[in-house]
Nanobody
Framework: EVQLVESGGGLVQAGGSLRLSCAVS????????IAWFRQAPGKEREGVAC????????YYIDSVKGRFTISSDNAKKTFYLQINSLKPEDTAVYYC????????????????????WGQGTQVTVSS
């Protein structure tokens, strides 16, 4: 059974940083994409970043470019989202998700139907 477990969320002041982790177990696929999504209260879930396992290409939505960095440690089956210069509007529950298959780090990859999801980790940014 594939499981994704996020950690690293918390309460931080605006301008601070967090590193979210996503530990994946029961996973044997060689081609996949990892993405981070977030859902703020009263808003729809949005994809913020993704990375390809095949070529390491990444994609970020405009509102997080230059502040968020997605990375992976494939040997440890752990994926990360480094979040810098946090803003109050970054407050949300953050989820990692996996889509099986050969994908690239593109906007379209964030729109795929993802196969596995974590339970989420809360990020709260105070002003």
């Amino acid at each position: 059974e594939v499981q994704l477990v996020e950690s690293g969320g918390g309460l931080v002041q605006a301008g601070g940083s967090l590193r979210l982790s996503c530990a994946v177990s029961g996973f044997t696929f060689s081609d996949y994409g990892i993405a981070w999504f977030r859902q703020a209260p009263g808003k729809e879930r949005e994809g913020v970043a993704c990375i390809s396992s095949d070529d390491g290409s990444t994609y970020y939505i405009d509102s997080v470019k230059g502040r968020f960095t997605i990375s992976s440690d494939n040997a440890k089956k752990t994926f990360y989202l480094q979040i810098n210069s946090l803003k109050p509007e970054d407050t949300a529950v953050y989820y990692c998700a996996v889509v099986i298959g050969w994908v690239l780090g593109t906007r379209e990859t964030l729109e795929y139907k993802y196969d596995y999801w974590g339970q989420g980790t809360q990020v709260t940014v105070s002003s």
